[in-house]
């Protein structure tokens, strides 16, 4: 294989492992933060509170109800709490 292919291997399983530890890390905030939601397709997509949809590999979520994408889970738990007001 070429050098550059190899670099670009290495980025892919560099890539691959960072979204895993977000998984991780993400649901275990969730968890701390005392949030509800559902797990789908192997932890890849999380339901929180029913209401947001959450790929915690990105840190990429929406609310169902206004429609617009966002990212990271710290501002997610601050939409959260905000909701529930």
Do not use: C
Not at 21 to 39: K, P
Not at 44 to 56: E, K, N, S
Request: aromatic share 10%; hydrophobic share 40%.
């Amino acid at each position: 294989m070429s050098d550059l292919g190899e670099t670009f291997d290495g980025l892919r399983e560099h890539s691959q492992k960072k979204r895993a530890a977000n998984r991780a890390s993400s649901r275990g905030l969730l968890e701390h933060a005392g949030v509800a939601f559902t797990v789908h397709n192997d932890g890849a997509h999380l339901v929180v509170a029913g209401r947001w949809d959450f790929w915690p590999g990105t840190g990429k979520w929406i609310d169902r109800q206004g429609g617009k994408y966002r990212r990271g889970v710290f501002p997610l738990i601050k939409a959260i709490r905000s909701a529930a007001r």
